[in-house]
């Protein structure tokens, strides 16, 4: 059990749910004395306000959190910043919904990416509760942290290897059979793409593979767009674009921290994980734009932009996962600049070529706080990956459209007709928010998790 939350209760201070429209009332049954000191603070009664209620001697007796009926995970993220430290209890106004969320952002409102730079800090604990699952709580708060670290982990300490690295602690751990494919061996091994957009960098590229549970069950393929980092290329990203760049390998990171929750579930899952992780550096043999590539598949692919590398590298690695016909696909990358454009920072966008089941993970999104939502693989936008000397360019002439674009190339690499899920993430918050610092970040980590918990279920 971690450190933030505690097994004893003795003497902790209770924390109450309170919900905006009572709070007058509320308020007139109190003591003149705590009417007073309320009223001194300025509090206002609107959701969000976390109040410390003290006893006629002054010591803290308990903690007000004003809610709403609606609250969500994020709305209970400040409760552990506004009490520093301490040792508290949820009351019975929590149900075991409000409960889960409370426990869940307490925990990830503790993590701090302090590789370089440990700074002494107080965090309050939280008693455990009953009727919350904290093995389960636990679970999901160490698989956003692990996406977290390993986004927010430069890309000097942070290449192919060492993501290859970390892959390799996760099989270990959960005796998964791994294997990596390094350099001039994915040539051979025919991963053309994956080969030639790495090769630039004196970090050689690699497909990591690895391979877990009983053939018996389902099998689900997981592949993540592992870019340590993405400099553009010869179609270089000016200086803005590139400062957040090291976040490219979220993908990777999102599917192995996937990985991570699957086999410490136990789900009945035969599980495979494909992850090209390459660096998109510059140098006498970077691939160009408008080099042809001869892909896994045998397509041909004309680069339209060396910027567009993550599709290439997917492409071949969503061709191999395809070939086994699992019972389930999904990707996860940072692929385009546009997803985010459509959808801003938080929402991660879906592509799939099954409606219902898209339709349905994205309602598990909500129900859960860690939203998604889909966008149309709109067919007709394909004329626009034409080539003419080509079977496909990667990126097409047009300046629209370009999430959708991204994930009809990833599509023509697919050819069995497997439910496929393609998630397109930021993986970064721009700015701290309650319980979620600046840097890397989960997004639609949880949701493909319960989605795939009620797969196995009903498979
Ligand atoms: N890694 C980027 C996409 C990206 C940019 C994700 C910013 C999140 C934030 C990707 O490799 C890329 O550069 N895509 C280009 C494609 C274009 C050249 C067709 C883009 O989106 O601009
Ligand atoms: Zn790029
Ligand atoms: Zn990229």
Same mark, same amino acid.
């Given at each position: 059990?971690?450190?933030?939350?505690?097994?004893?209760?003795?003497?902790?201070?209770?924390?109450?749910?309170?919900?905006?429209?009572?709070?007058?009332?509320?308020?007139?049954?109190?003591?003149?004395?705590?009417?007073?000191?309320?009223?001194?603070?300025?509090?206002?009664?609107?959701?969000?306000?976390?109040?410390?209620?003290?006893?006629?001697?002054?010591?803290?007796?308990?903690?007000?959190?004003?809610?709403?009926?609606?609250?969500?995970?994020?709305?209970?993220?400040?409760?552990?910043?506004?009490?520093?430290?301490?040792?508290?209890?949820?009351?019975?106004?929590?149900?075991?919904?409000?409960?889960?969320?409370?426990?869940?952002?307490?925990?990830?409102?503790?993590?701090?990416?302090?590789?370089?730079?440990?700074?002494?800090?107080?965090?309050?604990?939280?008693?455990?509760?009953?009727?919350?699952?904290?093995?389960?709580?636990?679970?999901?708060?160490?698989?956003?942290?692990?996406?977290?670290?390993?986004?927010?982990?430069?890309?000097?300490?942070?290449?192919?290897?060492?993501?290859?690295?970390?892959?390799?602690?996760?099989?270990?751990?959960?005796?998964?059979?791994?294997?990596?494919?390094?350099?001039?061996?994915?040539?051979?091994?025919?991963?053309?793409?994956?080969?030639?957009?790495?090769?630039?960098?004196?970090?050689?590229?690699?497909?990591?593979?690895?391979?877990?549970?009983?053939?018996?069950?389902?099998?689900?393929?997981?592949?993540?767009?592992?870019?340590?980092?993405?400099?553009?290329?010869?179609?270089?990203?000016?200086?803005?674009?590139?400062? !957040?760049?090291?976040?490219?390998?979220?993908? &990777?990171?999102?599917? $192995?921290? @996937? +990985?991570?929750?699957?086999?410490? =579930? #136990?789900?009945?899952?035969?599980?495979?994980?494909?992850?090209?992780?390459?660096?998109?550096?510059?140098?006498?043999?970077?691939?160009?734009?408008?080099?042809?590539?001869?892909?896994?598949?045998?397509? !041909?692919?004309?680069?339209?932009?060396?910027? &567009?590398?993550?599709? $290439?590298? @997917? +492409?071949?690695?969503?061709?191999? =996962? #395809?070939?086994?016909?699992?019972?389930?696909?999904?990707?996860?990358?940072?692929?385009?600049?546009?997803?985010?454009?459509?959808?801003?920072?938080?929402?991660?966008?879906?592509?799939?070529?099954?409606?219902?089941?898209?339709?349905?993970?994205?309602?598990?999104?909500?129900?859960?706080?860690?939203?998604?939502?889909?966008?149309?693989?709109?067919?007709?936008?394909?004329?626009?990956?034409?080539?003419?000397?080509?079977?496909?360019?990667?990126?097409?002439?047009?300046?629209?459209?370009?999430?959708?674009?991204?994930?009809?190339?990833?599509?023509?690499?697919?050819?069995?007709?497997?439910?496929?899920?393609?998630?397109?993430?930021?993986?970064?918050?721009?700015?701290?928010?309650?319980?979620?610092?600046?840097?890397?970040?989960?997004?639609?980590?949880?949701?493909?998790?319960?989605?795939?918990?009620?797969?196995?279920?009903?498979?």
């Amino acid at each position: 059990m971690h450190s933030y939350f505690s097994k004893a209760s003795d003497g902790s201070i209770p924390i109450t749910r309170l919900l905006a429209p009572e709070y007058k009332k509320w308020l007139e049954g109190q003591s003149d004395f705590v009417r007073n000191w309320l009223s001194s603070l300025h509090v206002k009664g609107v959701s969000g306000e976390v109040l410390a209620i003290p006893s006629p001697s002054g010591a803290m007796e308990k903690i007000v959190i004003i809610d709403n009926i609606s609250s969500g995970l994020w709305d209970y993220a400040s409760l552990p910043s506004s009490l520093k430290s301490g040792v508290f209890h949820l009351d019975d106004s929590f149900n075991i919904h409000q409960a889960n969320l409370v426990f869940l952002s307490w925990g990830l409102s503790a993590y701090r990416f302090d590789r370089y730079s440990k700074k002494d800090r107080t965090f309050p604990k939280l008693c455990v509760r009953q009727d919350v699952d904290l093995i389960e709580v636990e679970r999901q708060i160490a698989a956003t942290n692990l996406v977290r670290d390993l986004i927010n982990t430069p890309a000097n300490h942070m290449g192919p290897v060492e993501l290859a690295e970390s892959a390799t602690a996760i099989a270990h751990k959960y005796k998964a059979d791994i294997s990596i494919i390094v350099d001039k061996d994915l040539i051979p091994a025919n991963y053309p793409a994956v080969y030639t957009v790495g090769m630039a960098s004196d970090r050689a590229p690699r497909l990591i593979d690895m391979r877990w549970g009983s053939e018996k069950h389902p099998k689900i393929t997981l592949v993540g767009k592992g870019v340590c980092f993405d400099s553009g290329g010869l179609d270089i990203k000016p200086a803005a674009g590139m400062l !957040t760049m090291k976040k490219d390998m979220g993908g &990777a990171a999102h599917v $192995l921290a @996937l +990985a991570q929750m699957i086999m410490d =579930a #136990d789900l009945p899952v035969r599980l495979r994980v494909l992850v090209p992780a390459v660096e998109n550096s510059i140098s006498g043999v970077a691939y160009r734009p408008m080099d042809v590539i001869k892909m896994r598949s045998g397509k !041909t692919v004309e680069v339209g932009n060396t910027d &567009a590398e993550g599709r $290439l590298v @997917l +492409a071949d690695a969503l061709h191999e =996962a #395809d070939g086994e016909k699992p019972s389930l696909i999904i990707d996860v990358a940072t692929l385009t600049g546009a997803a985010r454009v459509a959808m801003g920072t938080e929402v991660g966008v879906l592509f799939s070529n099954n409606n219902e089941q898209a339709q349905q993970l994205v309602r598990m999104s909500h129900e859960i706080h860690d939203p998604l939502w889909q966008m149309p693989l709109w067919e007709p936008y394909k004329s626009g990956l034409k080539s003419k000397v080509a079977d496909l360019s990667s990126t097409g002439s047009s300046a629209y459209g370009g999430a959708i674009t991204a994930a009809l190339f990833l599509s023509e690499f697919l050819e069995n007709k497997t439910l496929w899920f393609h998630l397109d993430v930021m993986a970064w918050n721009t700015n701290d928010k309650p319980g979620r610092q600046e840097g890397g970040e989960a997004m639609g980590l949880r949701a493909l998790y319960a989605f795939i918990n009620n797969f196995v279920k009903t498979a």
